[in-house]
């Protein structure tokens, strides 16, 4: 569990702003936006009021030019910055997705004049205290920026306003992406870890590629790989050769390797890129696939017969027992929660107590409204799986 509330920052509104997020199970990220405004504490007073009046709170405001920082609700669940992405729910996209109004303007990227100070550190320690990885997937925030539906959907990192499917802003403007990065102390995702540079100035952020860590501290076979790499490349700058864990040796090696690339300045840091790594290995790297932790025990839940079920498919008996088995395990698991009496608990019928128990479950989780009608979605019926012992189906 990372940080929920920033203690450096000052609270904004009344601390509620959103509810849980749709996808828990990928990785947290963040958004950045421009309010379209000036800085200062009267603009962040106007500002940060105005916000609440139309109901598009972020999670953090921040000042550029004196690093006030405000905080209108927690990390761990949604904001409202950002539109829909049709049915996507793209606030609630992710483990986290925390969303920072920068007070400034698009049109002049508020790296070239601001000033982060220890609120700004403090931010970005919550960031990464979700894992959220020093990384930018979709790339630069210039006009014409990508708006990829894959990458958003399953990567972890920065993300500009410009980069988000379905909303049409371009801000936060052609910020320096790796001056948000490098900033703040503490580039890995470990939040009360060192500082992100060694003492002899070696970087120390960490990246994740292809489901693979790579940077300071991250181990494995693929890290050995690269050292081996690097030194058939002629890129070494080790003492007693590559091993299984990164060390600034990994990273002064990996640096020349981006240099020989005609990488320069914050681009041959020795952190690998997507690219140098994909040219020096040949290929990228690939998570091997893992293995099951209880094969064949974990019962599976088929999330489109509970649907049918609870709604009465015409196709199915009235109050019929029709894929009693997938709701069975459902009711098991509500009356686990104390939401279904035992009576109920195993008739294996989806009817209106059943709809009335998974109601009070989504509740539980901070869903409200149309949102929790006690038809089971894959969010949801997901985090019951989790808490209770089944696999959904989607
Ligand atoms: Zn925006």
Redesign the pocket.
């Known amino acids: 569990m990372g940080e929920i509330w920033i203690k450096e920052a000052e609270r904004l509104g009344d601390g509620s702003i959103g509810g849980a997020m749709d996808s828990p199970s990928t990785p947290g990220r963040v958004?950045?936006?421009?309010?379209e405004s000036g800085a200062g504490n009267a603009s962040f007073n106007s500002v940060g009021s105005y916000l609440r009046t139309v109901a598009s709170e972020?999670h953090l405001l921040y000042d550029p030019t004196t690093d006030r920082l405000g905080q209108y609700g927690p990390l761990n669940q949604s904001a409202r910055?950002?539109k829909n992405d049709g049915s996507t729910r793209t606030n609630r996209t992710g483990k986290v997705c925390i969303?920072i109004?920068v007070l400034a303007r698009a049109a002049t990227p508020f790296t070239g004049y601001w000033k982060p100070g220890p609120n700004f550190k403090a931010l970005m320690r919550a960031v990464r205290s979700w894992g959220v990885p020093d990384t930018w997937p979709a790339g630069s925030c210039a006009p014409g920026a990508s708006r990829n539906r894959t990458t958003w959907a399953t990567k972890g990192g920065h993300y500009?306003?410009?980069h988000i499917p379905g909303?049409d802003?371009w801000?936060?403007g052609n910020i320096d992406r790796n001056a948000i990065l490098k900033a703040a102390p503490g580039g890995s995702s470990t939040p009360s870890g060192g500082g992100s540079t060694s003492t002899s100035g070696v970087s120390r952020a960490k990246v994740t590629i292809n489901g693979l860590a790579y940077g300071y501290g991250a181990t494995g076979a693929h890290v050995t790989a690269v050292g081996k790499a690097l030194v058939a490349a002629g890129c070494s700058a080790y003492v007693d050769g590559p091993g299984p864990t990164w060390s600034d040796a990994d990273t002064k090696s990996y640096q020349k390797w981006q240099k020989k690339c005609g990488y320069s300045g914050t681009g041959a840091d020795g952190v690998p890129g997507e690219a140098s790594l994909k040219k020096l290995m040949g290929t990228l790297p690939k998570a091997p696939a893992k293995a099951p932790a209880k094969p064949a025990v974990t019962p599976t839940v088929d999330l489109s017969n509970l649907i049918a079920a609870a709604r009465k498919d015409p196709g199915l008996k009235q109050g019929g027992t029709s894929h009693a088995a997938d709701v069975k395990i459902v009711e098991a698991a509500l009356k686990a929660e104390g939401l279904l009496a035992a009576a109920y608990a195993a008739d294996g019928s989806f009817g209106s107590t059943t709809v009335a128990a998974y109601r009070k479950w989504q509740q539980k989780l901070g869903y409200s409204g149309s949102d929790a009608d006690g038809i089971p979605g894959k969010a949801s019926l997901e985090k019951l799986g989790t808490a209770h012992g089944f696999k959904v189906k989607a």
Do not use: S
Request: net charge negative; proline share 12%.
């Open positions: 958004v950045w936006h421009t309010t972020p910055a950002l969303q109004e500009g306003h410009c909303n802003h801000d936060p």
